[in-house]
């Protein structure tokens, strides 16, 4: 079914644009399958690849792929890349002057733009969908499009109108993309989007060095600093909950002669961007965090994770470990676990809406019941993705020391139910 000399000038694309000798995973298929017109989804975990699956068709098309994606600065990081590559891309929000704006228009409306990013705040807008029902649209690819589904951990509302202005625009053909999907946010995009008849591509979330062990937050301190000390000169990441919680861990660490820095969103840009630097440099070995930290940074060797405090959700908890062992070596995932920090989650609830505070108890009793029980780590993460494994990880702590298991309390229940 593959067309030969289209299978050899994408390989010649990738080599010649992207500097890359070999596709990886599905990535191939899913180009020919879009470049085809056939709807795709593609579930894969962070860092398999996902951007270059609608990149490439892009550029092999004609005329302008339109990609959604849910922050300006994932959209800006992409539109840097691929200009630096010497693709034409650009990004159109609200921060654009004038003159941008009419750049922007002018390369799509005359086929010279490639890819155009975009928002779905900014595709709802009137004086966009005008032009972009003018212009000869090669395909639309939905990035994160978990954020489609008020069941997945980061809802966008407005996620839910792009099945309708898609088709506003014209009859194109869809990519919806995630790292994220339970089978029950899995349908919900599908379905959202009428995307029934899609070709699926998903590929294991297994991450086999990765090593998942939780301990009793008891003494967590003095636990954390012993860790880091046993694992000197590597890199890791502490994530806290809050930014007070951030600062005074990254104090405790310094005090005890950790090279660390921190990282949220309470800090300045200029801050935020030098620590990072210093941690990829290896200035510091650690960076203290909440989860403003990690998303699209490609540190390859970070030896470990730990969740100080309780992540809100398994697709978050999934996210943030994976951040470890990016190379295939060396990972290691510690979280400290304790009632109390479950309980101050369920108190960040309180002010939502019924139906987003029950979401949000359903991801956290997910969070809580992988931390109490004491059967083999991996196989619970995975089944929360929808995979079945049959053997136990042998590689876990409940694997390994299947003692140290603590037990589920009533009163997790009672707390949550309050
Ligand atoms: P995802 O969106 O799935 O999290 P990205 O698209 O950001 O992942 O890609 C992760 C990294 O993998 C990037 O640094 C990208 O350049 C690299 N990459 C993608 N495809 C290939 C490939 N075929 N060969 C080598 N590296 C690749
Ligand atoms: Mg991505």
């Excluded at 407005?158 to 088709?167: F, L, M, Q, T, V």
């Excluded at 301990?215 to 000169?233: E, S």
């Amino acid at each position: 079914q593959l067309d030969p000399s289209v299978q050899i000038s994408l390989k010649e694309k990738l080599k010649e644009i992207f500097g890359f000798s070999q596709f990886r995973g599905d990535q191939e298929a899913i180009i020919h399958n879009i470049l085809a017109g056939v709807n795709s989804f593609v579930i894969m975990p962070t860092g398999a690849g996902k951007s270059l699956c609608y990149q490439l068709p892009a550029i092999s098309s004609e005329g302008t792929a339109i990609v959604i994606s849910p922050l300006i600065a994932l959209m800006k990081n992409q539109v840097d890349q691929m200009n630096a590559f010497g693709v034409n891309a650009q990004f159109l929000n609200s921060t654009l002057s004038k003159a941008e704006m009419s750049k922007v228009k002018k390369d799509t409306l005359n086929g010279s733009l490639k890819l155009l990013y975009i928002a779905p705040e900014s595709l709802t807008k009137e004086e966009n969908l005008d032009f972009l029902k003018k212009a000869n649209i090669s395909f639309v690819a939905i990035d994160e499009a978990h954020c489609i589904s008020e069941w997945g951990h980061d809802f966008r509302p407005e996620y839910r109108k792009i099945r309708g202005i898609i088709d506003n625009i014209g009859n194109l053909p869809v990519i919806a993309l995630t790292a994220t999907a339970t089978p029950k946010v899995q349908m919900d995009i599908q379905k959202n989007l009428q995307m029934e008849d899609a070709h699926i591509y998903k590929t294991s979330f297994n991450r086999k060095n990765l090593y998942y062990e939780i301990r009793p937050k008891a003494d967590a301190k003095k636990q954390l600093i012993r860790y880091i000390k046993n694992n000197k000169g590597k890199s890791g990441i502490v994530y806290c909950l809050s930014r007070k919680m951030v600062e005074e861990i990254a104090e405790l660490l310094n005090v005890n002669d950790i090279k660390a820095l921190p990282y949220h969103a309470g800090l300045d840009a200029q801050t935020r961007m030098h620590n990072q630097d210093a941690f990829l440099n290896e200035d510091v070995d650690v960076v203290v965090a909440t989860i403003a930290f990690g998303m699209g940074i490609d540190k390859p060797d970070v030896r470990f994770v730990i969740h100080y405090d309780a992540p809100k959700s398994l697709e978050g908890y999934y996210q943030e470990t994976g951040r470890a062992g990016r190379d295939g070596l060396e990972g290691n995932c510690l979280m400290f676990y304790s009632i109390d920090d479950i309980v101050k989650l369920e108190k960040f609830n309180k002010d939502k809406s019924v139906t987003e505070r029950d979401n949000a108890k359903h991801l956290l009793m997910e969070m809580v019941s992988y931390a109490n029980l004491g059967v083999c780590r991996r196989r619970q993460l995975l089944s929360y993705f929808g995979e079945y494994q049959e053997k136990d990880c042998g590689f876990c702590d409940n694997c390994m020391k299947p003692t140290e298991k603590f037990k589920v309390q009533d009163e997790i229940v009672l707390a949550l139910q309050a």
